[in-house]
């Protein structure tokens, strides 16, 4: 473990503005939903109203369990249980295996290891600073819980549950970093196992083997029930469950040698079969572009499916009053839901994008991208080559998301696809400013447009609550987007035809700039 501390450091200087923008969301939601909870369902009468309608929906089920008590608490707890746990630990993955693997990957913990560092060192450094980023998280959510009015013990409670998803699911990671070679099947494993429990305590929730949702780490999660009996002892479970894939991660890390993994690698094939600079990167992103597309569509099906019941469900007099101020006194309420559903998930869209988009950057960075460029190849076309996958990729998810959602939701597939493509011009401008950031700041570009986009995400929620206006909620460009599925044929044009225009030149900006620059390689 020699060296332990001082890669802690090293970690959280590296991500420190990433971890800080995704402690603050995540600690300032819970309160932020029991707010609006109190101000939607004012009296015990509404609540119970909707916990009898959101039981009766398979998808709700599916999605966020089942309603253990029709609280404010209870109903915080069923809105963010499962959805922070999955947030936490899709982050928690992300950052264990780009401090483990990936820097494997890179060649830097080969130098790291020539000095006065430990061989367990690099792991117990990034599950150190990704557990406690769990904690910090669920703990500085308790003081605005308690602040609503929330008992202290089930808030601490809710908070622990919070952190407990994202500790599981660092623990998983853990072990997938010792499976593989490179980082993108590590994450990719780890990412599968988290889809294979998350769907395991849906069907334990919706197909009546309830004794399901004790295998999983999602179920532990909402079996804790904060504010609905407050079990403590289920903790406990998490608890064996990191220790035993912790101390498995370490034992497996001593069985194979440094940048190497359990799994021996495929050799390819003798002779290269990729048409050019676009042809590799159409290898490189295909893999994601699956997943992706896949996911988005089983996720639009989900919604269009749970939206049908909606009109019934949220029939209370202040969500009425909310979509008459928003819409007009014709509205449906489900529409106004589903623009609110798509507007998260378009952003959800921007963080797919925002991967194709930074993937030359990771080629640069491990040194892949100057063997190209040594061959008949121009960095304008490397570039382009990545960039082309970014903008194109948004385009398929939306229609995919938005055709899914719309064969289950109304059958008006065409009216509910042009909804979500609304969104594609804000998108483009994350990706726009990812391509900026990739022509003059190479090394910093992937840190600061993820804080970009947490940046957007913490505004639009600030607005959410009335805690933002004027110039601050004109900083997202996801505020510029009109709702299409709202408004119909008189929703404005303007302000996607100035986003795309602010996309398209700081993506031509970002062009520029890459081919005045050195390359620059990790450090």
Known sequence: MTGTATLIRLIVRRDRVPLLVWIAISAVLPAGIASGTTALYPDQAARDAFATESLGSPAQLATRGPIYAASVGGLTAWTLGSSLALIGGLISILLVIRHTRGEEETGRRELLSAGVVGRHAPLAAALAVVCTANLLLGLLAVPALVASGLPAGSSLLFGLSTAAGGWAFAAVAAVTAQLTAASGPARGIAIATGGLLYALRSLADTGGAAWLAWLSPFGWVRLTKPYAGDRWWVLGLVAV?????????????????????????????????????????????????????????????????????????????????????????????????????????????????????????????????????????????????????????????????????????????????????????????????????????PRAAVAVSWTALGLFLLVDLLAEFKLASGFVLALSPFTHVPAVLLGGASAPVAPLLWLTAVAGTLTAVGLVLLRRRDLAPAT
Request: glycine share 12%; hydrophobic share 55%; charged share 15%.
């Open 241 to 441: 469950f990191v220790a035993a894939l912790t101390a498995a991660a370490f034992r497996l890390s001593t069985r194979r040698d440094v940048a190497g993994g359990l799994v021996p690698t495929r050799p390819g094939p003798d002779t290269g079969a990729l048409s050019g600079a676009f042809g590799l990167a159409a290898r490189l992103h295909r893999g994601a572009l699956v997943g992706f597309t896949t996911g988005f569509g089983l996720m639009g099906a989900l919604l269009g499916v749970a939206a049908r019941g909606l009109d019934a469900q949220l029939d209370t007099p202040r969500f009425r009053e909310l979509a008459t101020t928003i819409a007009g006194a014709d509205a449906r309420v489900s529409d106004v839901f589903f623009t609110f559903v798509m507007y998260v998930l378009s952003q959800l869209v921007a963080a797919a994008a925002l991967v194709s988009a930074l993937r030359a950057r990771g080629e640069e960075a491990v040194g892949r991208a100057e063997l190209l460029l040594s061959t008949p190849v121009g960095r304008l076309r490397w570039g382009l080559s990545h960039l082309v996958f970014a903008l194109v990729s948004p385009v398929l998810l939306l229609t995919v998301l938005g055709a899914a959602a719309g064969l289950g939701y109304d059958g008006d597939i065409a009216r509910v696809t042009a909804a979500t493509l609304a969104h594609l011009p804000a998108v483009w401008t994350v990706v726009g400013i990812a391509a900026l950031l990739f022509g003059v700041l």
